[in-house]
Structures are given as structure tokens and as C-alpha cells.
């Protein structure tokens, strides 16, 4: 299937005598997903569809009490600082963005009036400008309105570097006016073929109130108390939080949806594992909800057999995989480990690396530990199919692995690790508390002592491991560690964001609160290139080619190790009705859940 294809394809749609779902098969059968065929329907002007879950409850409120499990307590509530998917997930409750993503890829309105489209003038031609007009009546939970003006000003605070906001690199880079008091244009530096990224998600895009945040620009960013107290346009305002964990919260009387919430209060609860979290709604009942089911496939079957509850598993572009530091973890330089300033004594060494990708048995742990939870892979990226690239192959073999330290110079010493230079092959691999990490961890540190490699297992409670405490030593974006593992989420139906983790203006350093998007600390001027160049390139093949070469550079240099391709598994009592999305927070539609 041609470009001239697709515009055929493309004018039936908009001529009514091909459906959208219709459309969707015919480009999937040649590689294109879901997600990025919405995306080319938007750009022809054909307007994306409904939010994905039919909504039932002709009122608002009645719906008693939706009580949720967390595993991983959320520690913060300003989502501009929101490190973890954990406390974005909470941050939502309270807060929105202009759109969010549904799980086919649409672009659904939230704060905004409409999605843009050329159409309606909301998209620039030349790909250089979005215009998006807000939505009229919405108040804050302290009843002032909302308005262009929080727009504005959140973009002023995310861009202030001295913020040192998780989503700086949404912003930065971009200039955004006020029209008039509901609308707002965003201007780029270049032409910008995914515009959907400022104010958009649950990742990037939550719309500050500039009367809370005003006097807390900068360098004041963490003072702030609503930092820990949120006041927000949300379906649900705050009542009480209690970080590591509870949050508790009510309904919004006066929520800008007709007939939402249904539940009248909120409970969210942290703190526990995955397992606890699992029987408490799929044995107990206590529970309605619970977050990220990362429990072994053979328990998971176990408690669905008692049906009080069903898991619910959503397709993403979310990846477990491992880090190679290449930095010098031990050796601290001007109050930092891990510091740009250092190098790996041994994991510099790119035959180690390779050797370390060879030892990692992906298909044991898909088969033995995930099930359906996680597919092995090899890239990175995963989701959509186009840009996934076909280049990436796993292999696992001790053998080999040997027989690569050996050319490398590396001797087994008396004790069976192997040296070079006086520096043993002895490392700390670190990741969060979960059971099916440890026995990753395991399988992995088994095969690496066959090839003379020793590995320190380090399991740290997850909502440590993922906070975003600047004077915590053991945040998975400090990395003082030479390995690490976890999960990272792909937050958009496009995968250049999620990319940034790739680049060098966002490694993650002391000087913006171990904060940037890059942790491993790698930087390849190749990579740095092909995304930028992606980041301007408005012909969907050629761009899509160079994400993918991103992703290449990383797992070929052996920094980033993927292990599994993740969906979202979580947990839900069979009378809730919940609309989750692969490709924006849990909570990006949590205004519509009801029970039946």
C-alpha cells in the first residue's frame, strides 16, 4: 500500500462510505497501527472519535466509594514533578490535561474544546503553530475559572530550567500565546509533525493553576504547598494525603462533564506488593482497582479462579529492561555518583556489554515469570509496529558470551570472576521489590556467573526506587549502581518522547535534581542527530526511520538491555466498568468509570 493508496482510502472515510474502524483493519494488514492510522486521519481532517467506554450513569455521584490499590504509593502530587508513573497516575485524579489519548490513539478533548484540526484552524499548514481553543465554564476546585492564562503559565513554569520539571523537554523548546481568554497557540521552532505533546497526557500535559503556583517559579518550585495539596479541574477534589500512603478524595460537584463522577468519594491506597494488591480485589473483594498486576502468571490464575474479580490487559508500548551503566557509580564528583565526569571501570568496555545482553534468557522469563504480562524482545521500542525496528534479535548463549570476554582480554581469576587490569567483572544490579524482578534478577545473575561475572542483587521498595527525593540515594534516576531494571512507559501513541531517554540534553545530573529523561547517562552524537532531525521531519516513513535508528544505537551499544514488551495488567472487581488506555495514565478517563 502506497501514499496514493492511503489518501484513497483516506477520502472514502471523509466521503462516509468507509467506516473509521474499517479504515483501521485495511492499514493495519500492512503494518500500520491503530494509533498512528487515527493520527493520519486527524491530519486529513477526519475527526477523531469518542472516548472508548460508553457511559451508563445519568447522574453524577451514587456510586459510593471507588476504592483503588497502588502498590507503588505515590509520594507527590504536582505531576510536573511526577518522576514515576505512580504519582502521575495520582497527579490525574486532580489535575488535566488540554487532550488526552484513548487505547486506540485518538486524541480525545479534556480541557480543550476540540481537538485541532486544519479543518477547524487548529493546525497550521506548515506544521509550525497548533491552536487550541478551551473549554468554556470550567472552574478550579476553589471555584476560580480556568483559563488561557494556566495555559500560559504552565508552560512558563515547565520551561524555567531552574523549575527542574520532569517535563521540561516538553516545553523548552517551544512559545506558547494567549489569543484570547480561551484559546492559546503554541508555536514551534520547526515544522512538528507530532504536536500533540505539549498540554497533552497524563505524562506531560496537566494544566496548572497559575494562582497556586504563581509565586512558586524556579528555584521556589518545591515549596509550593500544593505540591502535597492539589487544587485542580479534575472529576475528584483533594481531601487528605498521606505520601508513601493515602489519598483521599471526593467527588467535584461542579465537574465540567455531564453526570460525572458516578463515585462519590475516592480512596486510593498505597504501599504493599503486587501480589497482596492482586488478592485483595481478586480473592478478598476488598479492593475495586488495583494498578500494575507485575505477578507471576501461575498466582494470577490461581486467584482469577475464585471470580470475584478479572484482570483487565491493555496493549502499550511500555518495556521491562535493563541499564548498563557507563559511568563511574563509586566515585563521587562535586556531590554527585554517576557523574558525566567519570567512566565505567569495566561496562565501558563495549565486548563486556554484549557479552551481558548474551546471558539474558528472555524467553525463561516471559515463559516462567510473565505469561501474558510481558513478550521478549529485543527493542526498546515496540508499539506501533512501524516504528519497531527489524534489526533488533535476541540471542541467548553462555558460550558465546565466553568466548567474547576471552577475545576481550578478560581472565577468570581463582575465585571464577573474571579481571582485566587489576578490575574485576563484579557488579551491583539493582531494581524495585517485586517478585517477578527478583527472579529475573536471578535468572539473569545464574547465567553471568557462568561466564566468570559476579552480580550483587539489590532489591529497593518500589515507592523508594521511584520517587523523586532529591537526597534519596536509591532512585532509579540517581543509578548509583552499575545495573539496573524497571519498567518505562510509553505515555503517547508516537514514540518520539518516549525516545528522549535517548539524548543527551536530558541526562539525568545533579544539576537538574536527577530529573532528566536520560538515566543511563549515554549519549551517541548519531542518536542526538537522528532525533532531532525526527523531531522536523513531516514525511511519516522517513521519520519513523529515524526514531527507529535511536533505538538502534542504544540496544546495539548494548545500554539498554529490553527484556520484555509490557502491556498494562491490572486488577478490577467484575461490576467496574473502567476505561484504561495504553497510551496515557490509568487514570486519564477515571471521570467515567462506574459500577454496574
Excluded at 493495519?28 to 493520527?39: E, K
Aim: charged share 25%; aromatic share 10%; hydrophobic share 40%.
Amino acid at each position: 500500500m502506497n501514499e496514493h493508496d492511503i489518501r484513497g482510502l483516506v477520502a472514502q472515510v471523509k466521503q462516509g462510505t468507509l467506516s473509521r474502524r474499517s479504515f483501521i483493519q485495511r492499514v493495519a494488514a500492512v503494518g500500520i497501527a491503530a494509533p498512528i492510522a487515527s493520527q493520519i486521519l486527524v491530519w486529513h481532517d477526519v475527526a477523531m472519535a469518542d472516548a472508548t467506554l460508553p457511559y451508563k450513569p445519568t447522574k453524577a455521584g451514587g456510586g459510593g466509594t471507588l476504592k483503588m490499590l497502588l502498590w507503588q504509593a505515590p509520594t507527590l502530587l504536582n505531576p510536573h514533578f511526577a518522576l514515576g508513573t505512580k504519582d502521575q497516575i495520582a497527579s490525574r485524579v486532580f489535575f488535566e490535561p488540554l487532550a488526552g489519548w484513548d487505547k486506540d490513539g485518538n486524541l480525545v478533548p479534556c480541557l480543550a474544546a476540540e481537538v485541532p484540526t486544519k479543518a477547524n484552524g487548529g493546525l497550521s499548514a506548515d506544521g509550525m503553530s497548533v491552536i487550541w481553543k478551551l473549554k468554556r465554564g470550567v472552574t478550579w476546585h476553589d471555584g476560580k475559572p480556568f483559563t488561557a492564562d494556566d495555559v500560559v503559565f504552565t508552560w512558563q513554569y515547565a520551561a524555567d530550567l531552574a523549575t527542574a520539571a520532569f517535563t521540561t523537554g516538553s516545553y523548552k523548546d517551544i512559545k506558547v500565546e494567549k489569543i484570547d481568554d480561551f484559546a492559546v497557540k503554541v508555536i514551534f521552532k520547526a515544522p512538528t509533525p507530532f504536536w500533540a505533546d505539549p498540554f497533552v497526557g497524563g505524562q506531560v500535559g496537566q494544566i496548572l493553576p497559575k494562582h497556586h503556583f504563581g509565586d512558586y517559579v524556579g528555584a521556589k518550585s518545591r515549596e509550593a504547598p500544593a505540591n502535597l495539596k492539589p487544587v485542580g479541574t479534575g472529576p475528584y477534589k483533594f481531601v487528605e494525603f498521606k505520601p508513601g500512603d493515602l489519598i483521599r478524595a471526593e467527588r467535584n460537584p461542579d465537574y465540567h462533564v455531564k453526570n460525572q463522577p458516578h463515585f462519590d468519594t475516592l480512596e486510593i491506597k498505597g504501599g504493599g506488593d503486587a501480589v497482596s494488591a492482586a488478592r485483595a480485589v481478586l480473592q478478598t473483594g476488598e479492593y475495586d482497582f488495583a494498578w500494575n498486576m507485575q505477578v507471576e502468571e501461575e498466582v494470577l490464575k490461581r486467584m482469577e479462579a475464585s471470580g470475584k474479580g478479572k484482570l483487565d490487559i491493555t496493549p502499550s508500548g511500555n518495556v521491562e529492561f535493563v541499564i548498563l551503566n557507563t559511568t563511574d557509580p563509586w566515585t563521587e564528583v562535586d556531590g554527585e555518583r554517576s557523574s558525566l565526569k567519570t567512566k565505567h571501570p569495566t561496562l565501558s568496555d563495549p565486548a563486556v556489554r554484549r557479552a551481558i545482553n548474551l546471558l539474558i534468557d528472555r524467553d525463561s522469563i516471559q515463559k516462567f515469570i510473565y505469561g501474558r504480562g510481558g513478550i521478549a524482545t529485543a527493542s526498546f521500542v515496540n508499539a506501533p509496529k512501524q516504528f519497531k525496528s527489524p534489526k533488533l534479535k535476541y540471542e541467548f548463549s553462555i558460550d558465546k558470551a565466553n568466548k567474547i570476554l576471552d577475545e576481550a582480554g578478560w581472565k577468570k581469576g581463582a575465585d571464577g570472576v573474571r579481571e582485566k587490569d587489576g578490575k574485576k567483572l563484579k557488579y551491583v544490579f539493582q531494581t524495585s521489590i517485586n517478585a517477578p524482578r527478583q527472579k529475573t534478577q536471578a535468572i539473569i545473575k545464574q547465567a553471568c556467573e557462568k561466564a566468570g561475572i559476579d552480580i550483587e542483587i539489590k532489591a529497593v521498595t518500589a515507592s523508594v526506587f521511584f520517587s523523586s527525593d532529591v537526597g534519596n540515594p536509591d532512585t532509579y534516576s540517581k543509578f548509583y549502581a552499575d545495573m539496573e531494571m524497571y519498567n518505562t512507559t510509553q505515555p503517547q501513541p508516537d514514540p518520539e518522547r518516549f525516545l528522549n531517554q535517548c539524548v543527551s540534553w536530558e541526562i539525568a545530573t545533579k544539576d537538574n535534581k536527577w530529573l532528566g529523561r536520560n538515566n543511563s547517562r549515554y549519549s551517541d552524537p548519531e542518536a542526538d542527530k537522528a532525533y532531532k532531525a525526527a523531531q522536523s521531519e513531516l514525511d511519516p516513513a522517513k521519520r519513523a526511520a529515524l526514531l527507529m535508528k535511536v533505538d538502534e544505537i542504544f540496544c546495539e551499544a548494548n545500554v539498554f538491555l529490553p527484556l520484555l514488551s509490557r502491556p498494562i495488567v491490572n486488577a478490577g472487581a467484575n461490576n467496574l466498568m473502567i476505561d484504561i488506555s495504553g497510551w496515557d495514565t490509568i487514570t486519564w478517563n477515571l471521570a467515567a468509570w462506574y459500577r454496574v
